[in-house]
């Protein structure tokens, strides 16, 4: 099984500001890896997939990057609406397919 | 527009079968090309893929729950069921169903990530 790592567990940052978040995989995964967006009480929003192709009505500030095990996530300048909790998915290496545990991204 | 709409008890004794069921609507299930799926999350924690469908029968389980999972499709009535067995309070969690496209990557089967969620349903293990 592939395990997904995230970091950090929770990250704070000001409305404005750039936030980056890192997903790391104990194997290589080649680019097939996703983001997704979660608030509270609903089902996770797809952002990013194939490492760094933006889902569909996804606005340009949310960026990813990387490939084999190494990735990341950039939002340019956080937006109200962007404090929410981020997964990563890898679905290279299935079954299983396997998400990291989150991170959780706060206001400062 | 296509929607996912999951439904079933809300409630689970031990050691009995969790039984959940998504309607697909706005779209039919008998596309070739898509997968349907479910991904659980128990209270406070991550996301954990359960197994998916295709519209043929042929199904991929997660080997943590192979032993005790089925999902089965029914394409005439537009909607694919979850049967998790011996159930106990790990299994606690809101329970998504989920469209997932296929992906050929260098001739192998993929399943892209999943696009359109249900807005889930929490099933409780208690007695």
């Known amino acids: 099984e592939t395990v997904m790592t995230q970091s950090p567990a929770t990250l704070s940052v000001s409305p404005g500001e750039r936030a980056t978040l890192s997903c790391r995989a104990s194997?290589?995964?080649?680019?097939?890896l996703a983001w997704y967006q979660q608030k509270p009480g609903q089902a996770p929003r797809l952002l990013i997939y194939g490492a760094s192709t933006r889902a569909t009505d996804i606005p340009a500030r949310f960026s990813g990057s990387g490939s084999g095990t190494e990735f990341t996530l950039t939002i340019s300048s956080l937006q109200s609406e962007d404090f929410a909790v981020y997964f990563c998915?890898?679905?290279?290496?299935?079954?299983?397919?396997?998400f990291g545990q989150g991170t959780r991204l706060e206001i400062k | 527009q296509l929607q996912l709409q999951e439904s079933g008890p809300g409630l689970v004794k031990p050691s009995e079968t969790l039984s959940l069921t998504c309607t697909v609507s706005?779209?039919?299930?008998?596309?070739?090309?898509?997968?349907w799926g479910w991904i659980r999350q128990p209270p406070g924690k991550g996301l954990e893929w359960i197994g998916s469908?295709?519209?043929?029968?042929?199904?991929y389980y997660n080997p943590s729950l192979k032993s005790r999972v089925t999902i089965s499709v029914d394409t005439s009535k537009n909607e694919f069921s979850l049967n998790l067995s011996s159930v106990t309070a790990a299994d606690t969690a809101v329970y998504y169903c989920a469209r997932a496209a296929v992906l050929l990557w260098f001739g192998e089967l993929l399943l892209n990530p999943s696009d359109i969620w249900g807005q889930g349903t929490m099933v409780t293990v208690s007695s």
């Open positions: 998915q890898q679905y290279n290496n299935w079954p299983p397919i396997t």
């Open positions: 706005g779209g039919s299930i008998s596309s070739s090309n898509y997968y």
């Open positions: 194997q290589s995964v080649s680019s097939n």
């Open positions: 469908i295709y519209y043929s029968g042929t199904t």
